[in-house]
């Protein structure tokens, strides 16, 4: 299983250099999207605050007006 998380692009770099199993954004914006396998290799809390920190970004984008 492959996940998409939007990523402030200066969390980009660490999760990419940390875990093999995160990529550039597939078929996303490689400056401001991560893809993470789900092959156990990352810790589930680890993953699961990437995905936190994803929803906090895209609903700040949403209250701004801004478009997802």
Not at 22 to 37: A, D, R, S
Request: proline residues 4%.
């Amino acid at each position: 299983i492959w996940v998409n998380v939007k990523v402030d692009p200066e969390w980009r770099d660490f999760w990419r250099k940390t875990y093999a199993s995160v990529l550039p954004g597939y078929h996303q914006n490689k400056e401001h999207w991560n893809t993470i396998i789900l092959d156990d290799s990352i810790p589930e809390n680890e993953y699961q605050e990437s995905i936190n920190k994803a929803s906090a970004v895209l609903r700040a984008i949403e209250e701004a007006g801004d478009i997802v």
